[in-house]
Nanobody, 128 residues
Framework: QVQLVESGGGSVQAGGSLRLSCAAS????????MGWFRQAPGKERVRVAH????????YYTDSVKGRFTISQDNAKNTLYLQMNSLKPEDTALYYC?????????????????????WGQGTQVTVSS
């Protein structure tokens, strides 16, 4: 089993920055596909970014390209989401997710159930 715990959320003014962390514990694997998702009240959960830890390849949804960066620190078993130039529409509960031994590739990668482990979420609020 893999446990994921997000942290780093908070309140920030538009244009500001936050860095979210997702700490992994429990049974560990050599590589993962890991993702960040967000969900605002009354809206569907959407994918923000994902990364294949085996080679560092990344994906970003168009709305965050150039502003957000997904990264990992294998030594700390931690996934990060650096968020810059934040906008009010970025306000949401942010979740991290993981699929062990997956390459973030193939026909199923953009299905939410591709990810088999999920964190509890951390709140990000961006004010104008």
């Amino acid at each position: 089993q893999v446990q994921l715990v997000e942290s780093g959320g908070g309140s920030v003014q538009a244009g500001g920055s936050l860095r979210l962390s997702c700490a992994a514990s429990g049974y560990t694997y050599s590589s993962y596909c890991m993702g960040w998702f967000r969900q605002a009240p009354g809206k569907e959960r959407v994918r923000v970014a994902h990364i294949y830890t085996g080679d560092g390849s990344t994906y970003y949804t168009d709305s965050v390209k150039g502003r957000f960066t997904i990264s990992q620190d294998n030594a700390k078993n931690t996934l990060y989401l650096q968020m810059n130039s934040l906008k009010p529409e970025d306000t949401a509960l942010y979740y991290c997710a993981a699929r062990p031994l997956a390459r973030c590739s193939g026909t199923l990668v953009f299905r939410d159930n591709y990810f088999t482990y999920w964190g509890q979420g951390t709140q990000v609020t961006v004010s104008s």
